[in-house]
């Protein structure tokens, strides 16, 4: 079964950085967009970033200047480097990759890491 797992959330100071990961692994046969989504309490999951298989990126208006989303294609991994936290960035940060197992599937199934807690301090 594929599993994204997740790492690099953590306590830190608003001003301060730090890296996330998510690794695919398991049966999987290819994967295209992988993304960043956050989900800060009392809040809507919202998307942070995504990335192509192609490289292409987007961020939201939040993240533009700040973070950085990039992927290792060759082992399926995705990461974010969060650069200049801030308090309001505090949430769950979930990976999500739209993926296939297998060659012959017709189409692409979402799949989602366990969320990893960042937390910003003031």
Known sequence: QVQLV??????????GSLRLSCAASGRIFS??????YRQA???QRELVA???DGGNTAYADSAKGRFTISRDNAKNTMYLQMNSLKPEDTAVYYC??????YR???VFTSTWGQGTQVTVSS
Do not use: C, F, Y
């Open 6 to 15: 997740e790492s690099g959330g953590g306590l830190v100071q608003a001003g």
């Open 31 to 36: 994967i295209t967009t992988m993304a960043w």
């Open 41 to 43: 309490p009392g809040k």
């Open 50 to 52: 995504a990335v192509t």
């Open 96 to 101: 999500n990759a739209d993926l296939k197992r």
């Open 104 to 106: 012959h599937d017709s």
